[in-house]
């Protein structure tokens, strides 16, 4: 999602697979309460993003808003790993995509530490990324980040909403905190080890059992694991049933979904800004998940998925 696969985007890119290729998006789409007056008419923009659900969908978007303002878009959405597709918007090979604060703030901006309040972590990364090429545009409110979940049988018994009560249950019935967690998660210190520092959670090894993502769903909507590891706009918590524990202490970063633009393509074409806004601003994290469930649960294709909620919200027609 935001930080794995950085070998495989950049032997990705290295070897301009999904770079090279890539198909002219052709939905039948007209201006809505966005692109009036088709400002883009002209323009030819390529459209990128990575390969995992909110991301086809979040650049799907881009492009039916791009296709409502005059424009030709070329859609290279799809692109695997994290660094393949910010490398095709930085060098000009694509024009936008939808990027997360937090992942260019650690992984390609290379901090140790996140910016603890959402705005100043999206200030921070804008500013540092215009020497790059790139311009941020406003954020959503939709923070895709790690949680901890349980279900509804294990919410309602322990009685827990916060990280704070998990660990001090944790304290208080240690018995009765199992967790499931990926092994990255496990073994980073911004994952489960400053989690239980931050926290002062008592969970034992043994009481921790790594799996893969898709299994932790799973195995936490069965109650074999008490709580497990998720992001927060993964359509599977809603589906499942699962409640969200807050991060009451902050501890997570912040990865807020913003537009990221190649400055020379803003300079050109400035109206793109205006354009993308108004979806920026309806975005949260409630939409999201009812968004990456349509695809993750009911089988639906990202881009449909994308051009139906533009629909619905009127941004074109």
Request: hydrophobic share 40%.
């Amino acid at each position: 999602m935001r930080r794995a696969g950085l070998l495989a985007g950049t032997l990705l890119l290295t070897a301009g697979c999904g770079l090279s290729s890539g198909s002219p998006m052709a939905d039948d789409v007209s201006p809505g309460s966005i692109g009036r007056g088709e400002p883009l008419e002209g323009a030819r923009l390529t459209v990128t993003s990575k390969s995992f659900t909110e991301n086809l969908v979040l650049g799907a978007m881009i492009g039916i808003a791009f296709q409502a303002a005059g424009a030709d878009v070329l859609d290279r959405t799809g692109i695997q790993g994290s660094i393949g597709s910010r490398e095709a918007v930085r060098t000009g090979d694509a024009d936008a995509m939808y990027e997360y604060t937090g992942t260019a703030w650690i992984t390609y901006l290379g901090h140790g530490r996140p910016v603890a309040d959402p705005g100043r972590q999206w200030r921070a990364v804008r500013d540092a990324d215009a020497g790059n090429g790139l311009t941020w545009l406003p954020p959503s409110r939709l923070d895709n980040t790690y949680a901890l979940a349980v279900n509804r049988a294990n919410h309602r018994r322990h009685r827990t909403t916060t990280l704070s009560q998990v660990a001090a249950l944790s304290r208080s019935d240690p018995g009765a905190v199992t967790l499931c967690v990926e092994g990255e998660f496990a073994n980073r210190a911004d994952g489960l080890r400053g989690m239980m520092r931050t926290y002062g959670m008592d969970v034992p090894a043994s009481r921790v059992t790594q799996m893969d993502t898709g299994i932790i769903y799973t195995q936490a909507a069965k109650g074999s694991c008490t709580y497990g590891e998720v992001y927060t706009t993964d359509g599977r918590i809603t589906s499942m049933g699962l409640a969200v524990m807050d991060d009451d202490k902050g501890f997570f970063p912040h990865y807020n979904a913003a537009p990221v633009i190649n400055s020379a393509t803003l300079r050109k074409w400035p109206a793109i800004a205006g354009l993308l806004a108004p979806i920026a601003r309806r975005l949260d994290n409630a939409v999201a998940r009812r968004l990456n469930a349509e695809v993750d649960v009911d089988g639906e294709d990202p881009h449909q998925v994308a051009l139906e909620w533009m629909k619905d919200q009127g941004f074109v027609k």
